[in-house]
């Protein structure tokens, strides 16, 4: 009787060893198909967005406070409404009011714009039907070319992202945008309005509840059609400006080593021009790319912010995008679609700067990393 326990204990044993090891060897094989292969990239763009946005949003915060501050009237300047702050209590803890929901909304939000906007890209790159029309260029990458590295993509440019046509830069940053900011919309509706000081909201909870009895969930969209046409235009306009400040200063960084070199020197072989980009070098075009295109997509897009604050403080009296306009360029002049512009400009400038540069950087890394585990393997 023992034996036979014995036996049944061994065998059980047995099939589970061997129901184990298949599973490891499925696991595997999944792991290295293309499909868990982009998953794990598209995982990793996610999880780059979401750091570098939050990490943006606590540090600007201020900036953005005030620019709702201002946008709210026209009777409100900065240095007016930096006193009323000062004077108040706790000014300090003022300038970050609303820190939660705006690091949850740009943390989340970068999340899935970087998510989704390179999967729109990679899908892009990969389009033979695209590629035809001329809306990408020559070098495209994939998921498993990332992996591996960028190779001469990353000596001869800061970026390993694939790299299309001007249309399809504005075009796949617009609609990234447009979709990530109908998902995020009741939390910008309740950061707006917590960081405004026409409501007493006590808590974000109050805020919510107060928002949903009042205006009902339609409320928590306020102000969606001028968010949209303000960050699809942004974005794509963004992407354009970006892609093309990094590839006129990429080029132009090989041309400033050759041009420090002593004229008694010969110039560089082709396999020194041929190595990679310097990380700090691709940071400061990436950081510096990102200030310019943040200005310029900022400065042309701005009456659409304008408006938006508007209607998302004051849904009743502004109504939708259209008739917001009229009202204040009626009540305050054509100067109020540029409130808050410069507070808006250092703001983007900076919060671009860092969540782009940061992003690119954590990309550039785990490329090279996925780069050299490919190679011990293969070798």
């Not at 292969?37 to 750091?51: C, D, N, Q, R």
């Not at 939050?54 to 930096?82: C, E, H, M, W, Y």
Request: net charge positive; proline share 4%; charged share 15%.
């Amino acid at each position: 009787m023992s034996n036979d326990n014995h036996r049944s204990q061994r065998s059980s044993s047995t099939s589970k060893h061997v129901a184990i090891d298949a599973c490891c060897a499925l696991l595997h094989r999944l792991a290295s198909t293309d499909a868990c292969l982009t998953l794990v990239v598209t995982a990793f763009h996610f999880a780059a967005g979401l750091g570098s946005g939050i990490l943006s949003a606590v540090l600007l915060q201020p900036a953005d406070l005030l620019k709702t501050r201002v946008q709210q009237s026209r009777l409100n300047s900065f240095s007016g409404t930096v006193r009323e702050i000062a004077k108040g209590p706790k000014p300090l803890r003022q300038l970050w009011r609303g820190t939660f929901p705006s690091a949850l909304r740009t943390g989340v939000g970068s999340a899935l714009y970087f998510s989704s906007l390179n999967g729109l890209r990679q899908y892009v790159a990969r389009s033979s039907l695209l590629s035809s029309s001329g809306l990408v260029t020559a070098q495209t990458t994939t998921a498993s070319t990332m992996a591996v590295g960028s190779g001469d993509a990353a000596a001869k440019h800061s970026s390993a992202l694939p790299k299309l046509s001007n249309m399809a830069n504005l075009t796949t940053g617009a609609v990234a945008r447009a979709s990530v900011g109908f998902v995020m919309m009741p939390i910008t509706v309740i950061k707006v309005r917590y960081e405004s000081n026409y409501y007493a909201y006590r808590s974000l909870w109050h805020a919510s509840t107060n928002i949903f009895h009042t205006e009902g969930l339609r409320g928590f969209f306020s102000g969606y059609g001028a968010t949209a046409i303000r960050d699809a235009p942004y974005a794509g306009l963004y992407v354009l400006f970006y892609e093309q400040a990094k590839g006129r200063l990429s080029s132009l960084a090989p041309t400033a080593s050759l041009m420090a070199s002593p004229p008694s020197q010969s110039p560089p072989s082709t396999a020194l021009a041929e190595k990679p980009m310097k990380a700090s070098t691709s940071a400061s075009i990436n950081s510096l790319s990102s200030v310019l295109a943040a200005g310029l997509a900022t400065a042309l897009t701005n009456p659409f912010d304008a408006v938006k604050t508007r209607i998302q403080l004051r849904p009743a009296e502004y109504g939708n995008m259209a008739h917001a306009a009229k009202l204040m360029v009626h009540k305050d002049g054509l100067g109020s679609l540029f409130d808050g512009l410069g507070l808006r400009m250092a703001r983007k400038a900076m919060s671009s700067a860092l969540a782009w540069t940061l992003y690119e950087e954590l990309i550039r890394r785990a490329e090279r990393g996925w780069g050299r585990k490919d190679n011990d393997s293969i070798s």
